[in-house]
């Protein structure tokens, strides 16, 4: 019967670094990565110091916007992905079978 205390009052520590999520200068790695591509694409097309200002520009707002972002929920893109492939509606039936 000892055991079986002993059993249940044991605890199993879960490192921080399992269920981290993956974040690059505080926001999700996929899109300060895309708004760096996009802003690296701005210089070079533009060829000029006005569109290198522009992408810096861009770059950082849009790094601070997926900071506040990331602090709100870490996944936010995923999760706004997930709702709009929700159906407004859906309607009731049993199976999809049914006429």
Same mark, same amino acid.
């Given at each position: 019967?000892?055991?079986? @205390?002993? /059993? /249940? %009052? ?5 490192? *921080?670094?399992?269920? *981290?999520? &993956? /974040?690059?200068?505080? !926001? ?7 708004? !760096? =591509? ?7 097309? +533009? %060829? $000029? =110091? #006005?569109?290198?200002?522009?992408? /810096? ?7 601070? +916007?997926? @900071? =506040?972002? !990331? %602090?709100? $929920?870490? @996944?936010?893109? *995923?999760?706004? =992905?997930?709702?709009?492939?929700? @159906? &407004? #509606?859906?309607?009731? %039936?049993? &199976?999809?079978?049914? *006429?």
């Amino acid at each position: 019967m000892s055991s079986n @205390q002993e /059993l /249940l %009052k044991r605890t199993i520590v879960i490192h *921080r670094s399992l269920h *981290r999520h &993956t /974040l690059v200068l505080g !926001a999700e790695r996929e899109l300060v990565m895309s708004s !760096a =591509l996009v802003s690296f694409i701005l210089v070079v097309v +533009g %060829k $000029d =110091l #006005v569109s290198a200002g522009a992408a /810096l520009i861009f770059w950082i707002c849009s790094v601070v +916007g997926l @900071q =506040l972002m !990331a %602090k709100e $929920d870490p @996944q936010m893109s *995923r999760v706004w =992905l997930k709702h709009n492939a929700h @159906q &407004t #509606v859906y309607p009731a %039936k049993s &199976t999809p079978w049914r *006429r």
